[in-house]
Protein backbone atom coordinates (compact mmCIF):
# COMPACT_ATOMS: atom_id res chain seq x y z
CA UNK A 1 0.00 0.00 0.00
CA UNK A 2 1.10 3.50 -1.02
CA UNK A 3 0.74 4.96 2.81
CA UNK A 4 2.83 2.47 4.26
CA UNK A 5 5.79 3.15 1.49
CA UNK A 6 5.41 6.68 2.04
CA UNK A 7 5.55 5.86 6.20
CA UNK A 8 9.16 4.84 5.60
CA UNK A 9 10.35 7.56 3.53
CA UNK A 10 13.08 8.65 5.48
CA UNK A 11 12.66 12.63 4.53
CA UNK A 12 8.86 12.00 5.82
CA UNK A 13 10.22 10.53 8.99
CA UNK A 14 12.70 13.21 9.30
CA UNK A 15 10.16 15.53 8.69
CA UNK A 16 7.79 13.80 11.25
CA UNK A 17 10.42 13.96 13.69
CA UNK A 18 10.97 17.79 13.12
CA UNK A 19 7.22 18.28 14.19
CA UNK A 20 7.34 15.89 17.13
CA UNK A 21 9.89 18.24 18.40
CA UNK A 22 8.35 21.35 18.01
CA UNK A 23 6.36 22.85 21.01
CA UNK A 24 3.03 22.65 21.72
CA UNK A 25 1.44 25.84 20.74
CA UNK A 26 -2.07 26.66 22.99
CA UNK A 27 -3.88 28.80 20.49
CA UNK A 28 -6.40 31.62 22.08
CA UNK A 29 -8.15 34.41 20.94
CA UNK A 30 -6.90 37.70 23.04
CA UNK A 31 -3.80 37.19 22.12
CA UNK A 32 -4.63 35.98 18.43
CA UNK A 33 -3.93 36.93 14.62
CA UNK A 34 -6.38 37.30 12.20
CA UNK A 35 -7.28 33.57 11.95
CA UNK A 36 -9.88 30.98 10.81
CA UNK A 37 -10.96 27.82 13.02
CA UNK A 38 -11.61 24.96 10.84
CA UNK A 39 -13.85 22.42 12.71
CA UNK A 40 -15.04 18.71 11.77
CA UNK A 41 -16.07 17.94 8.31
CA UNK A 42 -15.08 21.91 7.77
CA UNK A 43 -12.46 23.19 4.84
CA UNK A 44 -11.39 26.95 4.15
CA UNK A 45 -8.70 28.50 1.61
CA UNK A 46 -7.33 32.04 2.58
CA UNK A 47 -4.98 34.19 0.84
CA UNK A 48 -1.83 35.37 3.30
CA UNK A 49 -2.96 38.96 2.88
CA UNK A 50 -6.19 38.82 4.58
CA UNK A 51 -5.47 35.49 7.25
CA UNK A 52 -2.64 35.05 8.74
CA UNK A 53 -2.95 32.00 10.84
CA UNK A 54 -5.52 29.10 9.67
CA UNK A 55 -6.18 25.83 11.44
CA UNK A 56 -7.78 23.04 13.39
CA UNK A 57 -8.18 20.46 16.35
CA UNK A 58 -9.66 17.68 17.95
CA UNK A 59 -8.12 15.40 15.50
CA UNK A 60 -7.57 12.03 16.89
CA UNK A 61 -9.01 9.76 14.14
CA UNK A 62 -9.98 12.39 11.55
CA UNK A 63 -6.97 13.73 9.11
CA UNK A 64 -5.82 17.53 8.94
CA UNK A 65 -4.67 18.01 5.22
CA UNK A 66 -3.19 21.34 4.25
CA UNK A 67 -2.31 22.39 0.92
CA UNK A 68 -0.32 25.03 0.03
CA UNK A 69 0.22 27.12 -3.38
CA UNK A 70 3.81 27.73 -3.12
CA UNK A 71 3.48 30.73 -5.64
CA UNK A 72 0.88 32.75 -4.55
CA UNK A 73 0.93 31.39 -0.61
CA UNK A 74 -2.70 30.59 -0.70
CA UNK A 75 -3.80 27.87 1.57
CA UNK A 76 -5.89 25.59 2.21
CA UNK A 77 -7.06 23.08 5.49
CA UNK A 78 -9.53 20.44 5.99
CA UNK A 79 -10.51 18.36 8.70
CA UNK A 80 -11.49 14.96 7.03
CA UNK A 81 -13.60 12.65 9.10
CA UNK A 82 -14.23 9.32 6.62
CA UNK A 83 -12.49 7.91 3.20
CA UNK A 84 -16.80 9.67 1.86
CA UNK A 85 -15.22 12.94 1.98
CA UNK A 86 -12.11 12.81 0.07
CA UNK A 87 -12.91 12.79 -3.47
CA UNK A 88 -15.03 15.39 -3.53
CA UNK A 89 -13.32 17.50 -0.53
CA UNK A 90 -10.00 17.74 -2.37
CA UNK A 91 -11.97 19.40 -5.56
CA UNK A 92 -13.43 21.80 -3.22
CA UNK A 93 -10.15 22.63 -1.52
CA UNK A 94 -8.36 22.89 -4.51
CA UNK A 95 -11.22 25.15 -6.67
CA UNK A 96 -9.58 28.10 -5.43
CA UNK A 97 -5.94 27.01 -4.92
CA UNK A 98 -5.01 26.42 -8.48
CA UNK A 99 -7.03 28.71 -10.73
CA UNK A 100 -7.22 26.38 -13.63
CA UNK A 101 -3.01 25.73 -13.21
CA UNK A 102 -2.76 22.14 -13.31
CA UNK A 103 1.27 23.15 -13.23
CA UNK A 104 1.21 24.93 -9.85
CA UNK A 105 3.79 23.30 -7.40
CA UNK A 106 1.59 22.74 -3.98
CA UNK A 107 2.96 21.71 -0.60
CA UNK A 108 0.95 18.58 1.10
CA UNK A 109 0.51 18.04 4.74
CA UNK A 110 -1.00 15.60 6.77
CA UNK A 111 -1.52 15.54 10.22
CA UNK A 112 -3.70 13.66 12.50
CA UNK A 113 -5.06 10.21 12.08
CA UNK A 114 -3.18 8.11 14.97
CA UNK A 115 -2.85 4.57 15.10
CA UNK A 116 -6.22 3.43 16.53
CA UNK A 117 -5.65 0.05 16.64
CA UNK A 118 -4.89 -0.34 20.56
CA UNK A 119 -2.17 -2.83 19.73
CA UNK A 120 0.49 -3.98 22.20
CA UNK A 121 3.57 -3.26 20.16
CA UNK A 122 5.66 -5.98 22.90
CA UNK A 123 3.21 -8.64 21.11
CA UNK A 124 5.91 -8.18 17.84
CA UNK A 125 3.04 -7.18 15.29
CA UNK A 126 4.74 -4.97 12.36
CA UNK A 127 3.62 -1.75 11.85
CA UNK A 128 1.99 -2.86 8.36
CA UNK A 129 -0.20 -5.72 10.06
CA UNK A 130 -1.25 -3.30 12.91
CA UNK A 131 -2.26 -0.96 10.47
CA UNK A 132 -4.10 -3.09 8.31
CA UNK A 133 -6.57 -4.16 11.26
CA UNK A 134 -10.13 -3.67 10.31
CA UNK A 135 -10.75 -2.28 12.99
CA UNK A 136 -9.02 1.09 12.64
CA UNK A 137 -10.54 3.84 11.50
CA UNK A 138 -6.93 6.28 11.24
CA UNK A 139 -5.86 3.88 8.49
CA UNK A 140 -8.49 3.42 5.75
CA UNK A 141 -9.00 7.64 5.66
CA UNK A 142 -5.10 8.25 5.43
CA UNK A 143 -4.80 5.60 2.55
CA UNK A 144 -7.59 7.23 1.02
CA UNK A 145 -5.96 10.75 0.96
CA UNK A 146 -2.91 9.97 -0.07
CA UNK A 147 -4.41 7.52 -3.16
CA UNK A 148 -6.55 10.20 -4.26
CA UNK A 149 -3.73 12.53 -4.20
CA UNK A 150 -2.01 10.09 -6.49
CA UNK A 151 -5.06 9.53 -9.16
CA UNK A 152 -5.30 13.97 -9.53
CA UNK A 153 -3.54 15.83 -12.35
CA UNK A 154 -2.29 18.51 -10.00
CA UNK A 155 1.73 18.53 -8.73
CA UNK A 156 1.73 17.71 -5.25
CA UNK A 157 4.30 17.43 -3.41
CA UNK A 158 4.27 15.88 0.22
CA UNK A 159 5.84 17.26 2.63
CA UNK A 160 5.05 15.86 6.18
CA UNK A 161 3.24 12.92 6.77
CA UNK A 162 2.28 12.70 10.35
CA UNK A 163 -0.16 10.17 10.84
CA UNK A 164 -0.49 6.96 12.46
CA UNK A 165 2.98 5.24 14.04
CA UNK A 166 4.66 8.76 13.04
CA UNK A 167 1.59 10.39 15.58
CA UNK A 168 1.21 7.10 17.60
CA UNK A 169 2.34 7.07 21.66
CA UNK A 170 1.85 3.85 23.71
CA UNK A 171 0.38 3.67 27.34
CA UNK A 172 1.87 1.07 29.77
CA UNK A 173 -1.37 -1.16 28.15
CA UNK A 174 -0.74 -0.90 25.43
CA UNK A 175 -3.07 1.64 24.30
CA UNK A 176 -2.42 4.05 21.50
CA UNK A 177 -2.82 7.87 21.90
CA UNK A 178 -2.09 10.68 19.92
CA UNK A 179 1.12 12.95 20.36
CA UNK A 180 -0.75 15.77 18.50
CA UNK A 181 -4.28 16.53 17.76
CA UNK A 182 -4.05 19.62 16.43
CA UNK A 183 -1.82 21.99 13.83
CA UNK A 184 -1.98 25.74 12.87
CA UNK A 185 -0.49 26.54 9.70
CA UNK A 186 1.03 30.63 9.46
CA UNK A 187 0.00 31.57 6.05
CA UNK A 188 3.06 33.97 5.14
CA UNK A 189 5.64 31.06 5.84
CA UNK A 190 3.88 28.15 5.69
CA UNK A 191 5.40 27.26 8.76
CA UNK A 192 3.24 24.75 10.70
CA UNK A 193 3.07 24.25 14.34
CA UNK A 194 1.00 21.56 16.63
CA UNK A 195 -1.23 23.56 18.13
CA UNK A 196 -4.55 23.19 20.27
CA UNK A 197 -7.23 25.54 20.57
CA UNK A 198 -9.06 27.55 23.82
CA UNK A 199 -12.82 27.21 23.57
CA UNK A 200 -12.86 31.16 22.22
CA UNK A 201 -10.45 30.44 19.50
CA UNK A 202 -13.02 27.87 17.97
CA UNK A 203 -15.29 30.82 16.36
CA UNK A 204 -17.48 31.56 15.18
CA UNK A 205 -20.73 30.53 16.28
CA UNK A 206 -18.95 27.43 17.72
CA UNK A 207 -22.37 25.37 18.78
CA UNK A 208 -23.82 25.92 15.66
CA UNK A 209 -21.21 24.91 13.34
CA UNK A 210 -20.78 21.73 16.09
CA UNK A 211 -25.01 20.75 15.19
CA UNK A 212 -24.06 21.54 11.57
CA UNK A 213 -21.77 18.64 11.44
CA UNK A 214 -23.89 16.17 12.67
CA UNK A 215 -27.01 17.11 10.97
CA UNK A 216 -25.66 17.38 7.75
CA UNK A 217 -24.78 13.56 7.62
CA UNK A 218 -28.52 13.58 7.03
CA UNK A 219 -28.34 16.26 4.17
CA UNK A 220 -28.08 14.64 0.70
CA UNK A 221 -27.16 18.08 -0.49
CA UNK A 222 -23.56 17.60 0.94
CA UNK A 223 -23.14 14.26 0.59
CA UNK A 224 -19.51 13.50 -0.05
CA UNK A 225 -18.68 16.85 0.51
CA UNK A 226 -16.85 19.44 3.02
CA UNK A 227 -18.76 21.76 4.63
CA UNK A 228 -17.92 25.51 3.62
CA UNK A 229 -17.37 28.04 6.63
CA UNK A 230 -15.74 30.61 4.93
CA UNK A 231 -15.47 32.83 1.69
CA UNK A 232 -12.20 33.70 0.33
CA UNK A 233 -13.09 35.65 -2.60
CA UNK A 234 -15.22 37.72 0.17
CA UNK A 235 -12.62 37.52 3.48
CA UNK A 236 -15.79 36.60 5.65
CA UNK A 237 -17.13 33.87 6.89
CA UNK A 238 -20.09 32.70 5.60
CA UNK A 239 -21.64 29.56 6.97
CA UNK A 240 -23.16 27.68 4.64
CA UNK A 241 -26.82 26.23 5.25
CA UNK A 242 -28.11 22.35 5.77
CA UNK A 243 -31.01 20.52 6.18
CA UNK A 244 -33.26 19.94 9.45
CA UNK A 245 -35.78 17.61 10.10
CA UNK A 246 -37.18 17.13 14.00
CA UNK A 247 -35.60 13.71 14.28
CA UNK A 248 -32.73 15.52 15.44
CA UNK A 249 -33.97 17.06 18.21
CA UNK A 250 -35.05 13.47 19.50
CA UNK A 251 -31.94 12.31 19.14
CA UNK A 252 -30.21 15.18 21.11
CA UNK A 253 -32.98 14.52 24.03
CA UNK A 254 -31.86 10.87 24.00
CA UNK A 255 -28.26 12.14 24.47
CA UNK A 256 -28.82 14.34 27.28
CA UNK A 257 -29.88 11.07 29.27
CA UNK A 258 -26.50 9.70 28.97
CA UNK A 259 -23.65 8.99 31.44
CA UNK A 260 -20.33 10.57 30.16
CA UNK A 261 -19.01 7.21 29.12
CA UNK A 262 -21.87 6.50 27.47
CA UNK A 263 -21.72 9.78 25.22
CA UNK A 264 -18.28 8.64 24.41
CA UNK A 265 -18.64 4.85 23.60
CA UNK A 266 -21.63 6.43 21.01
CA UNK A 267 -20.34 9.88 19.91
CA UNK A 268 -16.77 9.05 19.59
CA UNK A 269 -14.60 6.42 16.97
CA UNK A 270 -11.60 6.95 19.51
CA UNK A 271 -13.42 7.34 23.16
CA UNK A 272 -9.97 7.09 24.94
CA UNK A 273 -8.39 9.52 23.20
CA UNK A 274 -10.61 12.58 23.12
CA UNK A 275 -10.02 15.75 24.71
CA UNK A 276 -11.43 17.02 28.45
CA UNK A 277 -13.59 18.59 26.66
CA UNK A 278 -15.40 16.44 24.37
CA UNK A 279 -18.13 15.36 26.33
CA UNK A 280 -18.92 18.77 27.51
CA UNK A 281 -19.18 19.76 23.91
CA UNK A 282 -21.36 17.30 23.11
CA UNK A 283 -24.30 18.33 25.96
CA UNK A 284 -24.01 21.89 24.76
CA UNK A 285 -24.50 21.56 21.70
CA UNK A 286 -27.21 18.72 22.16
CA UNK A 287 -28.86 21.17 24.71
CA UNK A 288 -29.15 24.12 22.29
CA UNK A 289 -30.83 21.51 19.96
CA UNK A 290 -33.59 20.75 22.67
CA UNK A 291 -34.06 24.47 24.03
CA UNK A 292 -34.71 25.75 20.47
CA UNK A 293 -38.26 26.30 19.18
CA UNK A 294 -37.45 26.97 15.75
CA UNK A 295 -35.09 24.70 14.06
CA UNK A 296 -31.92 26.36 13.67
CA UNK A 297 -30.07 25.39 10.82
CA UNK A 298 -33.09 26.08 8.72
CA UNK A 299 -32.19 29.70 9.25
CA UNK A 300 -28.03 29.59 8.58
CA UNK A 301 -28.61 29.70 4.56
CA UNK A 302 -28.40 33.88 4.59
CA UNK A 303 -26.47 34.24 7.71
CA UNK A 304 -23.37 36.15 7.03
CA UNK A 305 -20.66 37.03 9.77
Same mark, same amino acid.
Given at each position: DLVYFLLQHPTLISSSDAFKATPLLHVCSPTLRKHVYVFQREYATVHP???QLLGT?? =?????? =?IIRNNKSGMTTVSHMDSPHVVDLGLTQMLSLLVDHNLDAELDVHLIGGYDDTLLEHNKGMSTSESNADLDSHSFPLCSKVVEALQRRQEHFHIRTLFVLAHNTRIDSNGISYPIFTGFVVETCTGTITPANFDR????PDEVVRRIRVTVSSGDP???GKLLETYDAKQDRFQIAACSWTPRWKYIAQSLQQLSDSEILLRCSTSPLA???DFVDNERRYALK???LNTPILDNLKDIIL
Amino acid at each position: DLVYFLLQHPTLISSSDAFKATPLLHVCSPTLRKHVYVFQREYATVHPALVQLLGTDE =LTTCVG =LIIRNNKSGMTTVSHMDSPHVVDLGLTQMLSLLVDHNLDAELDVHLIGGYDDTLLEHNKGMSTSESNADLDSHSFPLCSKVVEALQRRQEHFHIRTLFVLAHNTRIDSNGISYPIFTGFVVETCTGTITPANFDRSSRSPDEVVRRIRVTVSSGDPTWNGKLLETYDAKQDRFQIAACSWTPRWKYIAQSLQQLSDSEILLRCSTSPLAEGPDFVDNERRYALKIVDLNTPILDNLKDIIL
